[in-house]
């Protein structure tokens, strides 16, 4: 028994902030930022388009492919780290949007690895034969959370969300999950908590180059373990859809491995980095686009704050 993807959504939100838009706020220009990481622009929510809003749509465009009865949806993961309350979660206020009386329904907190975490839980459960349909989603909006003095952080981020939904079935789908953490190295990429009346600052901290060092060891480390334990050639693949973090990071980690860079999703250059919702909502454009077709090799990988990284490699 196997864990299949059976329909993906995404929610972008319309406001666009460009390259141009940065060199009036910071010190910075277009081209250093396309050099350092590879963006061109991305998107910032308005004030209404919390996690929840963004993760709603995106999970009604994932439904709305589909003729199951929404009920039959046994589990919502909402991976994120900046939903508005503690309680209730994200994943329950889109529950009741949905109108799903009764799942399995809670966040979870990995940073940019979330959704692969919550991919790899929704399959355990979903072998287990413990639910029939899984709601995945990845949903961030970390443009509030920046300092709008400090270039570093407020050229990378972008606010979206993306879905997907699983089902069990006797083709394969989801082959195998890798997830692992090592607090060692958390205080390089931080972001304090909010909802802490008396913490008063509320911007993420970033190690620029330090994490950029360790994510390329880590990634290209884990990216080898999958192939292995999965006793593929690398060539078999036919997509790879890293975390959307920085342009240099992907080169870098594709160059090591002799990827060829025409079987790499890359949507940074849109839309930034987007937390959580960067693989979803790669995965979900490259379906939309036509690009990912039936029975193909994908390897998801991802990294982030804690520090955690995680990689899935899956028939589609």
């Given at each position: ?9 995404s ?8 390259n141009?838009?940065?060199?009036k ?8 930022i ?11 929510s ?16 994932a ?6 009865n929404?009920q ?19 994943a329950?206020q889109?529950?009741k ?5 009764d799942s ?11 959704f ?8 355990k459960?979903?072998?287990n ?7 995945v989603?990845?949903s ?10 400090d ?28 997830i ?64 959307q ?6 080169s ?5 491995l002799?990827?060829?860079?025409n ?5 940074l250059?849109k ?6 919702a ?8 490259a ?9 193909q090799?994908i390897l998801?990988e ?15």
């Open positions: 028994m196997f864990t299949k993807i059976i329909s993906t959504g929610y972008l939100p319309n406001h666009i902030r460009s141009y838009d940065l060199e706020m910071v010190n910075t220009s277009n081209e250093w396309i050099t350092r990481t590879g963006i061109h622009e991305r998107r910032i308005k004030y209404y388009e919390n996690v929840s809003f963004m993760g709603y749509y995106a999970a009604k465009y439904i709305d492919n589909l003729k199951i929404i039959d949806i046994g589990m919502i993961i909402v991976a994120t780290t900046s939903s508005d309350y503690a309680f209730p979660s994200s329950c889109i529950q949007k949905l109108g799903i009386n399995i329904s809670f966040d979870l907190s990995s940073a940019c690895t979330g692969i975490y919550a991919l790899s839980i929704a399959d459960y979903i072998k034969k413990i639910i029939k349909y899984a709601l989603i990845g961030d909006r970390l443009s509030y959370n920046l300092n709008p003095k270039r570093g952080t407020l050229i990378l981020f972008g606010d979206g969300a993306g879905a997907v939904i699983l089902k069990s079935s006797k083709k394969p789908g989801i082959l195998s999950t890798h692992h953490a090592n607090g060692k190295h958390g205080n390089l990429l931080t972001m304090p908590n909010c909802l802490n009346i008396f913490n008063k600052n509320k911007y993420i901290f970033m190690l620029g180059n330090e994490i950029f060092k360790i994510a390329v060891n880590i990634l290209t480390n884990l990216i080898n373990e999958t192939i292995n334990a999965n006793n593929i050639n690398i060539n078999k693949i036919d997509w790879f859809i890293p975390h973090a920085n342009l240099r990071i992907i870098a980690i594709i160059k090591k002799r990827i060829n860079i079987k790499v999703i890359i949507i250059d839309y930034g980095n987007t937390s959580s960067s693989i979803p909502i790669a995965l979900d454009e379906v939309r686009d036509n690009r990912i077709k039936k029975n090799i998801l991802a990294f982030g704050g804690g520090l955690t990284w995680g990689s899935i490699l899956l028939k589609f």
